[in-house]
């Protein structure tokens, strides 16, 4: 999979270089580029914003520097999906992050100050699949962070990218409900002791001991997501 981002902070991006996204990109099982919207401006200031249409407070993304840097970008036969971080999509779920691990190419494009022209999506439309995703009820500052969890989230899930593929199986909100707690050695810490059921070595009771874990966890903190 191909992944770019369109950014005025391609520095966002660095981390991306790290840990199993970096190994992941040395492998080439993903590819990441940064790419400066800046680099697409005509004028010497490489000016990105201007005044709203209508008034109303800051700034808005000008169109002419996204059309350019799409143009380059989007693959002529249509199957990028352009992603646009942004309070006003739809909301970004586990499911939304395995149906783009399956896609060829993605790019984000990340909007600064009050948003992008909406223009550049209506062009857009016509020559790939474009998504408005929010990451969560809160707004942010720009696109990039969203989109970094966002790649993460998604990348984590094309084969290859994650050695042991068995630890996507039982993570929160893979099975639609949270994760279960979990415990590691020493038996005994600070007066706490691990639950008896996880030491006894019984494979059906511990499998039923973290199912109950995990409805009552998920009934407790996040009731909506319950059947
Ligand atoms: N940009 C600003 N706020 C955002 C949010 N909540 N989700 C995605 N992109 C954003």
């Known amino acids: 999979m191909r992944i770019d981002a369109v950014t005025i902070f391609p520095e966002y991006f660095a981390a ?9 990109q040395e492998n080439k099982v993903i590819e990441f580029n940064a790419i ?20 109303g407070a800051g700034m808005l993304m000008k169109p002419e520097p996204w ?18 971080p942004s309070p006003a999509g739809e909301l970004f779920k586990q499911a939304t992050a395995q149906d783009l691990s ?6 984000f494009a990340c909007g600064r100050y009050e948003g ?3 223009r550049v999506f209506d062009w857009a439309k016509d020559k790939a699949e474009v998504r408005l995703i929010s990451l969560g009820d ?9 989109a970094m969890a966002m790649i993460e989230a998604i990348a984590r899930l094309i084969p290859g990218v994650i050695g042991n593929a068995d630890s996507l199986v039982e993570e929160s909100h893979s099975s639609g409900l949270l994760e279960y707690p979990s415990y590691t050695k020493p038996a005994v810490w600070r007066d706490l002791e691990v ?33």
Do not use: M
């Open 102 to 107: 399956t896609k060829e190419h993605i790019v």
């Open 16 to 24: 991306l270089d790290i840990s199993l996204l970096g190994k992941a």
């Open 138 to 146: 809160y707004v942010l500052n720009g696109g990039e962070v969203a």
């Open 67 to 84: 059309g350019e840097a799409l143009d380059e970008l989007l693959n002529p036969d249509g199957s990028t999906v352009l992603i646009v």
């Open 116 to 118: 992008i022209d909406q």
């Open 36 to 55: 400066d919207l800046r680099n697409y401006t005509q004028d010497k200031h490489r000016t990105v914003d201007d005044s709203p249409y209508g008034g």
């Open 195 to 227: 639950p008896e059921v996880l030491r006894g070595g019984n494979h059906a009771e511990i499998a039923t001991w973290r199912q109950e874990q995990s409805v009552s966890r998920t009934k407790a903190v996040r009731p909506d997501l319950l059947p």
